[in-house]
């Protein structure tokens, strides 16, 4: 027995080296087309945005055009970025003429059962959530200060918090700020459906 209790120690530390180096599961959704898309897996992507939206909300639809500049700007630095839809009664056809409509260039993902709302901890839309390649959450919050209240926001955004998270995710640093509030229309809940 005693060499037993000497051992468990050293079989402890076995465990927590072993599992600080386990990466996250891919994450498995389909997109709007109906196919299956796996995050995670391209070893080239630097970081994953994923920008939670849905069709109804005005302060979703008020960022579009900002959506498209984050894109435009951090897809061609391998930055892989998508839409995430997690309203449980949003359809796959409603999601695609939003995404049309507003111009927005990102893959349109469906989580109706809320997995990736789960892994990321996401509440709102839009909301702005930056994974590691590793599945780490670098980032959770707005895309920037814009709105200050419901009905309240500037004419312009003066902090631009995605793009200084992604900033120093790109120059190999901490996000200097890892969570932010973010303003705008909460996610439905999957059981209220």
Known sequence: MPIRLKALPFL???LMLANRNVQAAPLAVMDANGKTVTLLQDKSVKATVLLFVT???????????????LYD??????????LVYADP?????????????????????????????????????PQAVILAPDGKRLYLGRIDDRYIDFGKARYAA????????LDAVLQGKPVPHPTTKAIGCYIPDVASH
């Open 55 to 69: 069709n109804d909300c005005p302060i979703t639809n008020a960022y579009a055009p900002e959506i498209k500049r």
């Open 89 to 125: 009664e949003l359809k796959a056809n409603v999601v695609r003429q939003h995404v049309k409509d507003y111009r927005l260039p990102c893959p349109a993902l469906l989580d109706p059962a809320h997995i990736l709302v789960h892994f990321t901890q996401a509440t709102i839309t």
């Open 12 to 14: 402890l530390m076995v």
């Open 158 to 165: 003066t902090t631009h918090d995605l793009r200084t998270a």
């Open 73 to 82: 700007a951090y897809n061609a630095k391998k930055i892989a970025f998508y």
